[in-house]
């Protein structure tokens, strides 16, 4: 972990140079809490941007921040829901399914998001059967 300024200084300002040169780029940062948020939001030329929901805040105000700026791709592995960023929201999110419904409920009209399913959750068949079903009743096609 670096603090926001040296995240700004030696991140966000490198970032920018590279996709001023090169062109649009996926960016993923682990942790997504309100100090960084000004620093993420000054972001050019991503069109995908990827977080851990464990080290990371409310994914509905991530949401709520991000939406429209970039295609959200957050990552949700097995046990995610055991992570400390998960557990300290107190939303009785007791599984993977339960993250992704979550996420779900939270969308707004104009965020685009792709959930990143980690191996270990897709070898978990029945949370994936789950997970599919969720999508399904929302009118969402998985993509395998």
Same mark, same amino acid.
């Given at each position: 972990?670096?603090?926001p300024?040296?995240?700004l200084e030696?991140?966000?300002e490198y970032i920018?140079r590279i996709?001023?040169e090169?062109?649009?780029?996926h960016?993923?940062s682990c942790?997504?809490t309100?100090p960084? #948020?000004?620093?993420?939001?000054? $972001? =050019?030329?991503v069109?995908?941007?990827? &977080?851990?929901?464990g080290?990371?805040?409310?994914?509905?105000d991530?949401?709520k921040k991000?939406s429209?700026?970039?295609?959200?791709?957050?990552?949700?592995?097995?046990?995610?829901?055991?992570?400390?960023g998960?557990a300290?929201?107190?939303?009785?999110l007791?599984?993977?399914?339960?993250?992704?419904? #979550?996420?779900?409920d939270n969308? $707004? =009209?104009n965020?685009a998001?792709?959930? &990143?399913?980690?191996?270990d959750?897709?070898?978990d068949?029945?949370q994936i059967k789950?997970i599919?079903r969720?999508?399904d009743?929302?009118?969402y096609?998985?993509i395998?």
């Open positions: 972990m670096i603090s300024e040296q995240h030696y991140s966000i920018n996709t001023k090169l062109g649009p780029l960016y993923h942790t997504w309100e960084y #948020y000004e620093n993420i939001g000054k $972001l =050019e030329n069109k995908v941007a990827n &977080w851990s929901f080290t990371s805040a409310d994914p509905a991530l949401m991000f429209g700026k970039f295609l959200l791709a957050p990552h949700i592995d097995l046990n995610v829901h055991r992570e400390h998960v300290s929201l107190n939303k009785n007791n599984s993977a399914c339960d993250l992704t419904k #979550y996420l779900l969308m $707004l =009209e965020t998001l792709y959930i &990143w399913f980690q191996p959750l897709c070898e068949i029945e789950r599919y969720l999508l009743d929302y009118g096609t998985p395998t």
